[in-house]
Protein backbone atom coordinates (compact mmCIF):
# COMPACT_ATOMS: atom_id res chain seq x y z
CA UNK A 1 0.00 0.00 0.00
CA UNK A 2 1.82 3.43 -1.16
CA UNK A 3 0.44 6.83 -0.24
CA UNK A 4 1.83 10.39 -1.28
CA UNK A 5 3.71 12.23 1.11
CA UNK A 6 3.32 16.19 2.04
CA UNK A 7 5.56 18.44 -0.26
CA UNK A 8 7.90 19.37 3.01
CA UNK A 9 9.01 18.39 6.27
CA UNK A 10 10.44 19.68 9.50
CA UNK A 11 11.54 18.26 13.14
CA UNK A 12 8.77 18.08 15.68
CA UNK A 13 11.24 18.19 18.08
CA UNK A 14 9.50 14.79 19.68
CA UNK A 15 11.23 11.76 19.50
CA UNK A 16 8.26 9.83 18.97
CA UNK A 17 6.80 11.50 16.19
CA UNK A 18 9.94 12.72 13.96
CA UNK A 19 9.51 15.39 11.15
CA UNK A 20 6.18 16.06 10.52
CA UNK A 21 4.19 18.37 8.04
CA UNK A 22 4.92 22.16 7.67
CA UNK A 23 2.23 23.67 9.20
CA UNK A 24 1.37 20.57 11.52
CA UNK A 25 2.51 21.44 15.20
CA UNK A 26 2.63 19.07 18.44
CA UNK A 27 1.62 19.60 21.64
CA UNK A 28 0.40 18.39 25.10
CA UNK A 29 -3.27 17.17 25.22
CA UNK A 30 -4.19 19.48 28.45
CA UNK A 31 -3.46 22.74 25.76
CA UNK A 32 -7.26 21.79 24.78
CA UNK A 33 -8.58 20.35 27.55
CA UNK A 34 -12.07 21.35 29.16
CA UNK A 35 -12.03 18.89 31.70
CA UNK A 36 -9.98 15.72 33.08
CA UNK A 37 -10.94 13.33 35.95
CA UNK A 38 -10.99 9.78 36.58
CA UNK A 39 -13.93 7.68 38.63
CA UNK A 40 -14.82 7.48 41.98
CA UNK A 41 -13.66 4.94 43.95
CA UNK A 42 -16.15 2.24 45.89
CA UNK A 43 -18.81 2.64 43.26
CA UNK A 44 -18.61 -1.58 43.64
CA UNK A 45 -20.76 -0.48 46.51
CA UNK A 46 -23.56 0.33 43.59
CA UNK A 47 -23.39 -2.34 41.45
CA UNK A 48 -27.09 -3.27 40.56
CA UNK A 49 -29.07 -5.63 37.78
CA UNK A 50 -30.38 -2.13 36.82
CA UNK A 51 -29.18 1.64 36.45
CA UNK A 52 -26.68 3.50 34.49
CA UNK A 53 -23.55 2.22 33.01
CA UNK A 54 -20.68 1.93 34.88
CA UNK A 55 -17.30 2.08 32.04
CA UNK A 56 -14.79 -0.51 33.10
CA UNK A 57 -11.13 -0.86 31.32
CA UNK A 58 -12.80 -3.76 29.88
CA UNK A 59 -15.05 -1.63 27.78
CA UNK A 60 -11.92 0.39 26.24
CA UNK A 61 -10.65 -1.84 23.03
CA UNK A 62 -7.18 -2.90 22.72
CA UNK A 63 -6.68 -1.19 19.16
CA UNK A 64 -9.98 0.46 18.20
CA UNK A 65 -11.79 3.81 19.39
CA UNK A 66 -15.67 2.01 19.95
CA UNK A 67 -16.44 1.10 23.09
CA UNK A 68 -16.93 -2.97 23.94
CA UNK A 69 -20.20 -3.39 25.93
CA UNK A 70 -20.14 -7.25 25.41
CA UNK A 71 -19.42 -7.08 29.05
CA UNK A 72 -21.58 -4.62 30.90
CA UNK A 73 -22.07 -3.62 34.54
CA UNK A 74 -24.94 -1.17 35.77
CA UNK A 75 -24.95 0.72 38.88
CA UNK A 76 -27.46 2.52 40.91
CA UNK A 77 -25.80 6.43 40.84
CA UNK A 78 -24.76 7.49 44.38
CA UNK A 79 -26.58 11.31 45.59
CA UNK A 80 -23.75 14.16 44.95
CA UNK A 81 -21.38 15.92 43.09
CA UNK A 82 -19.35 12.86 41.89
CA UNK A 83 -22.47 11.61 39.78
CA UNK A 84 -22.01 14.37 37.37
CA UNK A 85 -18.32 14.81 37.87
CA UNK A 86 -18.23 11.00 36.45
CA UNK A 87 -20.87 11.17 33.90
CA UNK A 88 -19.71 10.70 30.33
CA UNK A 89 -20.72 12.87 27.53
CA UNK A 90 -20.56 12.29 23.10
CA UNK A 91 -16.87 13.05 22.67
CA UNK A 92 -15.29 12.47 25.71
CA UNK A 93 -12.47 10.66 25.05
CA UNK A 94 -11.78 7.74 27.92
CA UNK A 95 -8.15 6.39 28.49
CA UNK A 96 -7.12 3.47 30.25
CA UNK A 97 -4.86 4.71 33.17
CA UNK A 98 -4.47 1.02 35.95
CA UNK A 99 -4.10 -1.15 33.07
CA UNK A 100 -4.05 -2.07 29.23
CA UNK A 101 -1.92 1.15 28.68
CA UNK A 102 -3.18 2.39 25.60
CA UNK A 103 -6.26 1.68 25.59
CA UNK A 104 -8.49 4.07 24.82
CA UNK A 105 -12.38 5.12 23.66
CA UNK A 106 -14.37 7.56 21.75
CA UNK A 107 -17.79 8.24 23.42
CA UNK A 108 -20.47 7.90 20.91
CA UNK A 109 -23.76 10.21 20.09
CA UNK A 110 -25.90 7.51 21.11
CA UNK A 111 -24.69 5.87 24.43
CA UNK A 112 -26.92 5.34 27.01
CA UNK A 113 -26.25 7.57 30.68
CA UNK A 114 -22.72 6.55 31.37
CA UNK A 115 -20.16 6.30 34.23
CA UNK A 116 -16.84 5.77 34.49
CA UNK A 117 -14.55 3.58 36.70
CA UNK A 118 -11.63 4.66 39.05
CA UNK A 119 -9.25 2.90 36.60
CA UNK A 120 -10.53 5.22 33.76
CA UNK A 121 -9.66 8.89 32.76
CA UNK A 122 -12.67 11.05 31.09
CA UNK A 123 -11.05 13.61 28.96
CA UNK A 124 -13.42 16.72 27.64
CA UNK A 125 -11.74 18.46 25.09
CA UNK A 126 -12.51 21.89 24.39
CA UNK A 127 -12.42 21.50 20.95
CA UNK A 128 -10.11 24.39 19.64
CA UNK A 129 -7.64 22.29 18.36
CA UNK A 130 -7.88 18.89 18.47
CA UNK A 131 -11.50 16.53 17.46
CA UNK A 132 -11.58 13.49 19.87
CA UNK A 133 -11.12 10.48 17.24
CA UNK A 134 -7.73 12.28 16.58
CA UNK A 135 -7.00 11.77 19.81
CA UNK A 136 -7.97 8.47 19.88
CA UNK A 137 -6.15 7.57 16.83
CA UNK A 138 -3.03 9.73 18.41
CA UNK A 139 -3.30 7.49 21.49
CA UNK A 140 -3.21 4.25 19.14
CA UNK A 141 0.04 5.55 17.23
CA UNK A 142 3.38 4.18 18.13
CA UNK A 143 4.41 7.56 19.07
CA UNK A 144 1.17 7.28 21.59
CA UNK A 145 2.04 4.17 22.84
CA UNK A 146 5.71 4.99 23.47
CA UNK A 147 5.28 7.41 25.79
CA UNK A 148 2.40 6.08 27.67
CA UNK A 149 4.57 3.29 28.56
CA UNK A 150 7.37 5.60 29.25
CA UNK A 151 5.40 7.38 31.53
CA UNK A 152 4.16 3.97 33.55
CA UNK A 153 4.86 3.31 37.26
CA UNK A 154 4.18 1.04 39.90
CA UNK A 155 5.30 -2.90 40.30
CA UNK A 156 2.55 -5.33 39.47
CA UNK A 157 -0.19 -2.81 39.09
CA UNK A 158 0.96 -0.30 36.67
CA UNK A 159 -0.86 3.00 36.50
CA UNK A 160 -0.66 6.17 34.72
CA UNK A 161 -1.86 9.61 36.41
CA UNK A 162 -4.10 12.24 35.23
CA UNK A 163 -1.07 14.82 34.42
CA UNK A 164 0.56 12.02 32.12
CA UNK A 165 -2.55 12.00 30.26
CA UNK A 166 -2.87 15.78 30.01
CA UNK A 167 0.27 15.92 28.65
CA UNK A 168 -0.15 13.02 26.44
CA UNK A 169 1.63 14.77 22.48
CA UNK A 170 -0.46 14.97 20.24
CA UNK A 171 -0.20 16.47 16.71
CA UNK A 172 -2.14 19.33 15.56
CA UNK A 173 -3.15 19.15 11.62
CA UNK A 174 -5.32 21.98 10.36
CA UNK A 175 -9.40 20.53 11.62
CA UNK A 176 -10.09 19.84 7.87
CA UNK A 177 -7.23 17.77 7.54
CA UNK A 178 -8.27 16.06 10.73
CA UNK A 179 -11.40 15.13 9.67
CA UNK A 180 -10.24 14.02 6.46
CA UNK A 181 -7.48 11.68 8.19
CA UNK A 182 -10.22 10.36 10.90
CA UNK A 183 -12.66 9.40 7.57
CA UNK A 184 -9.47 7.77 5.95
CA UNK A 185 -8.50 5.87 8.85
CA UNK A 186 -12.13 5.02 10.04
CA UNK A 187 -12.75 3.30 6.53
CA UNK A 188 -9.25 1.66 6.06
CA UNK A 189 -9.23 0.27 9.79
CA UNK A 190 -12.70 -0.89 8.71
CA UNK A 191 -11.63 -2.84 6.25
CA UNK A 192 -8.86 -4.36 8.18
CA UNK A 193 -11.15 -5.30 10.98
CA UNK A 194 -13.50 -7.02 8.54
CA UNK A 195 -10.20 -9.12 7.51
CA UNK A 196 -9.24 -9.73 10.78
CA UNK A 197 -13.04 -11.27 11.67
CA UNK A 198 -12.71 -13.47 8.73
CA UNK A 199 -9.66 -14.95 10.02
CA UNK A 200 -11.02 -15.25 13.29
CA UNK A 201 -14.28 -17.38 12.08
CA UNK A 202 -11.87 -19.46 10.16
CA UNK A 203 -9.83 -20.04 13.11
CA UNK A 204 -13.46 -20.93 15.06
CA UNK A 205 -14.46 -22.80 12.44
CA UNK A 206 -11.01 -25.03 12.45
CA UNK A 207 -11.05 -25.42 16.13
CA UNK A 208 -14.86 -26.93 15.69
CA UNK A 209 -13.67 -29.37 12.57
CA UNK A 210 -10.52 -30.78 14.79
CA UNK A 211 -12.79 -31.08 17.69
CA UNK A 212 -15.43 -32.78 15.85
CA UNK A 213 -13.07 -35.43 13.75
CA UNK A 214 -11.09 -36.44 17.34
CA UNK A 215 -14.83 -37.08 18.93
CA UNK A 216 -15.38 -38.63 15.65
CA UNK A 217 -11.91 -40.95 16.13
CA UNK A 218 -12.55 -41.67 20.35
CA UNK A 219 -15.81 -42.45 19.90
CA UNK A 220 -16.59 -44.78 16.68
CA UNK A 221 -13.29 -45.53 15.13
CA UNK A 222 -11.39 -44.89 12.29
CA UNK A 223 -13.47 -47.20 9.98
CA UNK A 224 -17.21 -45.67 8.72
CA UNK A 225 -18.39 -49.08 8.04
CA UNK A 226 -17.18 -50.96 11.27
CA UNK A 227 -20.18 -53.09 12.73
CA UNK A 228 -21.72 -51.15 15.89
CA UNK A 229 -23.90 -51.71 19.06
CA UNK A 230 -25.74 -50.12 21.09
CA UNK A 231 -23.21 -49.05 24.03
CA UNK A 232 -25.88 -48.89 26.75
CA UNK A 233 -24.72 -45.33 27.88
CA UNK A 234 -27.18 -42.35 26.93
CA UNK A 235 -24.15 -40.04 25.93
CA UNK A 236 -21.91 -42.80 23.92
CA UNK A 237 -24.81 -44.15 22.19
CA UNK A 238 -23.82 -46.69 19.16
CA UNK A 239 -20.02 -47.74 19.91
CA UNK A 240 -17.88 -50.20 17.27
CA UNK A 241 -19.07 -53.51 18.11
CA UNK A 242 -15.77 -54.80 19.20
CA UNK A 243 -15.16 -51.84 21.61
CA UNK A 244 -15.49 -52.94 25.71
CA UNK A 245 -18.01 -50.78 27.63
CA UNK A 246 -15.95 -50.12 30.87
CA UNK A 247 -16.48 -47.81 33.85
CA UNK A 248 -13.36 -45.79 34.19
CA UNK A 249 -12.48 -47.36 37.43
CA UNK A 250 -12.12 -50.53 35.76
CA UNK A 251 -9.31 -49.15 33.85
CA UNK A 252 -7.55 -46.69 36.32
CA UNK A 253 -7.09 -46.94 39.98
CA UNK A 254 -6.51 -44.07 41.83
CA UNK A 255 -2.67 -43.70 43.62
CA UNK A 256 -1.93 -41.14 46.29
CA UNK A 257 1.98 -41.00 47.22
CA UNK A 258 3.43 -38.54 48.48
CA UNK A 259 5.81 -36.13 46.91
CA UNK A 260 9.54 -35.69 46.90
CA UNK A 261 11.58 -32.09 47.44
CA UNK A 262 13.27 -32.61 44.34
CA UNK A 263 10.31 -33.19 42.21
CA UNK A 264 8.57 -30.21 39.67
CA UNK A 265 5.25 -29.40 40.77
CA UNK A 266 3.08 -29.90 38.09
CA UNK A 267 0.43 -28.59 36.53
CA UNK A 268 -2.90 -29.04 33.94
CA UNK A 269 -3.43 -27.04 30.57
CA UNK A 270 -7.16 -26.01 30.19
CA UNK A 271 -8.21 -24.68 27.24
CA UNK A 272 -11.95 -25.48 26.72
CA UNK A 273 -11.96 -29.00 26.26
CA UNK A 274 -9.97 -29.11 23.30
CA UNK A 275 -7.12 -31.66 23.41
CA UNK A 276 -3.84 -30.22 22.16
CA UNK A 277 -1.08 -32.98 22.33
CA UNK A 278 1.91 -30.53 23.09
CA UNK A 279 -0.71 -28.05 25.38
CA UNK A 280 -2.73 -30.85 26.94
CA UNK A 281 0.19 -32.33 28.86
CA UNK A 282 1.20 -30.93 31.92
CA UNK A 283 3.67 -28.71 32.48
CA UNK A 284 6.49 -27.89 34.74
CA UNK A 285 5.36 -25.33 37.03
CA UNK A 286 8.05 -24.49 39.48
CA UNK A 287 10.24 -26.01 42.26
CA UNK A 288 8.67 -26.73 45.90
CA UNK A 289 10.85 -24.78 48.07
CA UNK A 290 12.33 -26.34 51.34
CA UNK A 291 9.77 -24.62 53.89
CA UNK A 292 6.66 -26.31 52.50
CA UNK A 293 5.33 -29.45 53.10
CA UNK A 294 6.03 -32.34 50.35
CA UNK A 295 3.42 -34.54 52.47
CA UNK A 296 0.35 -32.44 51.34
CA UNK A 297 1.63 -33.25 47.48
CA UNK A 298 0.95 -36.52 45.35
CA UNK A 299 3.53 -38.10 43.46
CA UNK A 300 3.16 -38.87 39.62
CA UNK A 301 4.40 -40.77 36.92
CA UNK A 302 4.93 -40.77 33.42
CA UNK A 303 1.52 -42.43 31.92
CA UNK A 304 -0.87 -40.87 34.60
CA UNK A 305 -4.13 -39.45 34.36
CA UNK A 306 -4.28 -36.18 36.14
CA UNK A 307 -7.17 -34.17 36.81
CA UNK A 308 -8.00 -30.92 39.20
CA UNK A 309 -11.32 -31.80 40.87
CA UNK A 310 -12.80 -28.68 40.42
CA UNK A 311 -11.73 -28.10 36.95
CA UNK A 312 -12.30 -31.81 35.19
CA UNK A 313 -15.40 -30.36 33.78
CA UNK A 314 -13.75 -27.79 32.09
CA UNK A 315 -11.35 -29.59 30.32
CA UNK A 316 -8.68 -29.47 33.46
CA UNK A 317 -6.44 -32.77 33.18
CA UNK A 318 -4.05 -34.16 31.35
CA UNK A 319 -1.70 -37.18 31.03
CA UNK A 320 1.53 -36.95 32.68
CA UNK A 321 4.73 -36.57 30.31
CA UNK A 322 7.26 -36.34 33.09
CA UNK A 323 7.67 -37.43 36.82
CA UNK A 324 6.40 -35.02 39.29
CA UNK A 325 4.37 -34.13 41.86
CA UNK A 326 0.71 -31.78 41.51
CA UNK A 327 -1.44 -30.53 44.53
CA UNK A 328 -3.74 -32.18 46.77
CA UNK A 329 -6.40 -30.52 44.01
CA UNK A 330 -5.83 -33.27 41.63
CA UNK A 331 -6.63 -36.71 41.38
CA UNK A 332 -4.16 -39.40 39.89
CA UNK A 333 -5.32 -42.02 38.23
CA UNK A 334 -3.20 -44.76 36.83
CA UNK A 335 -3.71 -47.50 34.42
CA UNK A 336 -4.49 -50.55 35.40
CA UNK A 337 -3.06 -52.62 32.46
CA UNK A 338 -1.96 -51.83 28.83
CA UNK A 339 -3.64 -48.94 28.15
CA UNK A 340 -3.12 -45.54 26.33
CA UNK A 341 -3.79 -42.48 28.54
CA UNK A 342 -3.89 -40.12 25.63
CA UNK A 343 -6.45 -42.03 24.12
CA UNK A 344 -9.06 -42.01 27.26
CA UNK A 345 -8.16 -38.08 27.65
CA UNK A 346 -9.27 -37.65 24.30
CA UNK A 347 -12.63 -39.16 24.94
CA UNK A 348 -12.54 -36.88 27.98
CA UNK A 349 -12.14 -33.85 26.31
CA UNK A 350 -15.27 -34.61 23.89
CA UNK A 351 -18.00 -32.23 24.34
CA UNK A 352 -20.11 -34.88 25.37
CA UNK A 353 -17.97 -36.19 28.05
CA UNK A 354 -17.26 -33.15 29.61
CA UNK A 355 -20.94 -32.78 30.40
CA UNK A 356 -20.99 -36.09 31.56
CA UNK A 357 -18.49 -34.73 34.11
CA UNK A 358 -20.46 -32.11 34.67
CA UNK A 359 -23.35 -34.31 35.63
CA UNK A 360 -21.12 -36.23 38.06
CA UNK A 361 -19.45 -33.13 40.01
CA UNK A 362 -20.81 -32.44 43.17
CA UNK A 363 -21.84 -28.84 44.18
CA UNK A 364 -24.56 -26.27 44.08
CA UNK A 365 -23.01 -23.87 41.41
CA UNK A 366 -20.32 -24.03 38.78
CA UNK A 367 -17.41 -22.40 40.74
CA UNK A 368 -18.03 -24.68 43.37
CA UNK A 369 -18.17 -28.48 41.06
CA UNK A 370 -15.61 -30.64 42.26
CA UNK A 371 -15.82 -34.05 40.35
CA UNK A 372 -14.29 -36.71 43.15
CA UNK A 373 -12.99 -39.30 42.61
CA UNK A 374 -15.91 -41.78 43.39
CA UNK A 375 -17.66 -40.31 41.47
CA UNK A 376 -15.57 -39.94 38.22
CA UNK A 377 -14.89 -43.99 38.37
CA UNK A 378 -18.48 -44.39 37.73
CA UNK A 379 -18.15 -42.78 34.05
CA UNK A 380 -18.39 -45.48 31.66
CA UNK A 381 -16.68 -45.14 28.01
CA UNK A 382 -15.85 -47.45 25.32
CA UNK A 383 -12.47 -48.58 24.69
CA UNK A 384 -11.14 -50.09 21.64
CA UNK A 385 -8.01 -53.14 21.67
CA UNK A 386 -4.81 -51.48 22.30
CA UNK A 387 -3.51 -51.96 18.69
CA UNK A 388 -6.23 -49.73 17.49
CA UNK A 389 -5.95 -47.46 20.14
CA UNK A 390 -2.28 -46.42 18.70
CA UNK A 391 -4.07 -46.12 15.15
CA UNK A 392 -6.23 -44.11 16.31
CA UNK A 393 -3.85 -41.67 18.47
CA UNK A 394 -1.42 -41.74 15.36
CA UNK A 395 -4.56 -40.46 12.72
CA UNK A 396 -5.17 -37.73 15.25
CA UNK A 397 -2.02 -36.51 15.23
CA UNK A 398 -1.92 -36.08 11.77
CA UNK A 399 -5.56 -34.64 11.31
CA UNK A 400 -4.55 -32.63 14.16
CA UNK A 401 -1.12 -31.57 12.93
CA UNK A 402 -3.24 -30.35 9.53
CA UNK A 403 -5.76 -28.38 11.69
CA UNK A 404 -2.85 -26.41 13.32
CA UNK A 405 -1.13 -25.75 10.07
CA UNK A 406 -4.44 -24.02 8.94
CA UNK A 407 -4.90 -22.03 12.48
CA UNK A 408 -1.24 -21.13 12.53
CA UNK A 409 -1.86 -19.55 8.84
CA UNK A 410 -4.81 -17.63 10.27
CA UNK A 411 -2.92 -16.45 12.92
CA UNK A 412 -0.20 -15.47 11.03
CA UNK A 413 -2.90 -13.16 8.56
CA UNK A 414 -4.34 -11.98 11.38
CA UNK A 415 -1.41 -10.55 13.25
CA UNK A 416 0.13 -9.34 9.98
CA UNK A 417 -3.30 -7.26 9.55
CA UNK A 418 -2.70 -5.78 12.87
CA UNK A 419 1.11 -4.45 12.09
CA UNK A 420 -0.52 -3.46 8.68
CA UNK A 421 -3.48 -1.27 10.57
CA UNK A 422 -0.80 -0.02 13.30
CA UNK A 423 1.71 1.02 10.62
CA UNK A 424 -1.51 2.47 9.00
CA UNK A 425 -2.65 4.47 12.33
CA UNK A 426 1.08 5.86 13.32
CA UNK A 427 1.74 7.09 10.18
CA UNK A 428 -1.81 8.68 8.97
CA UNK A 429 -1.04 10.61 12.90
CA UNK A 430 2.62 11.42 12.36
CA UNK A 431 1.73 13.24 9.06
CA UNK A 432 3.82 10.40 6.75
CA UNK A 433 1.02 9.98 4.57
CA UNK A 434 -1.17 12.70 2.67
CA UNK A 435 -4.45 11.73 1.64
CA UNK A 436 -5.81 14.76 1.03
CA UNK A 437 -7.45 15.35 -2.48
CA UNK A 438 -7.17 11.53 -2.82
CA UNK A 439 -10.74 10.38 -3.99
CA UNK A 440 -12.16 6.92 -2.70
CA UNK A 441 -11.38 5.51 -6.07
CA UNK A 442 -7.96 6.66 -5.63
CA UNK A 443 -7.56 5.57 -1.96
CA UNK A 444 -8.32 2.14 -3.30
CA UNK A 445 -5.77 1.78 -5.66
CA UNK A 446 -3.07 3.10 -3.42
Request: glycine share 8%.
Amino acid sequence: MTFPVYPAYRESGVEWFGAIPLGWKVIALKRDLHFLTSGSRGWADHYADEGALFLRIGNLPRDGLELDLADIQRVEVPAGAEGERTRVQPGDVLFSITAFMGSVAVVPNNLECAYVSQHVALARLRGDLLLPRWVGYATLSAAGKAYLDAQCYGGTKIQLSLDDVANLPVTVPPAEEQRALIAFLDRETGKIDALVAEQERLIALLREKRQAVISQAVTKGLDPNTPMKDSGVAWLGQVPAHWKVQRLGALFREVIEEGEHDLPVLSVSIHNGVSDRELADVEMDRKVTRSEDRTKYKKVAVGDLVYNMMRAWQGGFGTVAVVGMVSPAYVVARPRGDLRTAFVEFVLRTPQAIEEMRRYSKGVTDFRLRLYWDEFKQIVIAVPPLTEQVRVLAAIDAQAARFDALTTEAHRAIAFLRERRAALISAAVTGKIDVRGLSPKALEAA
